[in-house]
């Protein structure tokens, strides 16, 4: 998800929930305690130079049970984020305190927000020789011309 397609999605809503990958709901008095623009500069495994631009949303479980970010309020709070930090319609990563924080894109389902898994990879695959995965095959299931069985005499 993007900084506009969630702006899209504030501006029509009227409550705002977060899901986490396993399903449980963010407690409904968390706060968003920053929106910044990440920028990541790098070299991969195959040294090819690499430049990420992310925005990041940081949500946090305060014991204030009594105030709820509403959709406005979190609109506002991007929209100055935008402004101060020019940050354009970039993707967004959302940080969560659970074990240890965790990092995660983010995806609607219609109701509410929904912190998706993030996974690594080899971004230069062609030139660090991993080699790809083979396919499983069931043996017992392959036939020769569909008539190997005892006694046909194919085998």
């Known amino acids: 998800m993007t900084i506009e397609e969630i702006k899209g999605i504030l501006s029509k809503s009227k409550e705002i929930s977060f899901k986490l990958p396993n399903g449980e709901m963010v407690p409904a008095h968390f706060h968003v305690t920053e929106v910044g623009k990440i920028e990541k500069n790098f070299i991969d495994c195959g040294g ?16 204030d049970y009594d105030h709820r970010l509403h959709p ?28 240890t924080i965790g990092k995660y894109g983010l995806d609607y389902n219609g109701e509410s927000f929904v912190l998706t898994t993030k996974m ?23 036939t020769v011309g569909g008539s190997c069985t005892p006694g046909s005499g194919c085998c």
């Open 120 to 142: 690594t990879d080899c971004l230069a695959k062609d030139g660090c020789l991993v080699p790809d995965e083979k396919m499983k095959v069931d043996l017992s299931s392959l």
């Open 48 to 63: 090819t130079m690499r430049h990420e631009l992310i925005a990041n949303f940081q949500l946090w479980n305060a014991n």
């Open 72 to 99: 406005e309020k979190l609109f506002d709070i991007i929209k100055l984020s935008q402004d101060k930090l020019e940050i354009g319609d970039l993707p967004i990563e959302v940080e969560y305190q659970g074990a």
